[in-house]
């Protein structure tokens, strides 16, 4: 990483106090994201055999994971001789099922390198209600240091579905992004093990903590409480309309 800082924009409800006071965050799934071209790669299939069998035993797997190891190999064996993979049906059933795995089984947290985005107050703190967390993320750091940046194309990123390794054909697919949305400055952490859910995170993590503008006093107040049972010190600021120009400013709180 060559950044120590990021952050995340959130809105008060129901999951705010774990965020706060029990030093945890939800890893989503892409699936639940707002923009269906998130994770539609480009496939192409020129092959080496050994890649082929490999990537087969994987989707044989994918959709029966109740087969044995052996029993998925055997499968796959039969649908290379049979010559089975070359068919384009079985091409868009491979990638399809391929995706739905990278949709739906592998864990994202999002974040960003800015905090002075007026568009990111707006569309991910509640219009300026919520809230922005700062996190450590050094490449020491743990839980945040993995964080990766996220690219920003025109054309879907192209993968070769037998020869491309399977961890960079989960980059590829998930940390590239359509070019608009590239003033998120966005950058993910991957679990790849335990996809979505709650993980927890060092504490002392959480170096501040921003007000939005129209923040209402009372969640501010709900806000501190709940650092405040954490133990750590956290500093908190009050985000401000620019006096001159269009800008978010921020102030000690």
Known sequence: MTIERLYKFGKLNEFSEALFSTASVYFSSAAEFNDPFECTPSFEFTHEPDKIMDQLVRAVL??????????????????????????????????????????????????????????????????????????????????????QQVSYEKEYPEINFYNTPIEDKVKLSLLTKFTDWNYEREWRILDHDIGSGTRTYPAELMKSVTFGIRMLTEHKEKIRDWVSARGCDVQFYQAVQGKDRFEVAFLEA
């Open 62 to 147: 994918a959709n029966n994971p109740r087969l044995t190891h052996h029993s998925a190999s055997a499968e796959a064996l039969a649908i290379y001789l049979e010559d089975r993979h070359r068919n384009s049906a079985v091409w868009e059933a491979l990638k399809n099922d391929l995706i739905h795995e990278f949709r739906h089984c592998v864990g994202i947290y999002c974040l960003t390198e800015r905090r002075d985005s007026i568009l990111m107050w707006s569309h991910y703190a509640d219009d300026h209600k919520g809230f922005c967390i700062e996190f450590e993320a050094t490449d020491y750091t743990p839980v945040f240091g993995g964080a």
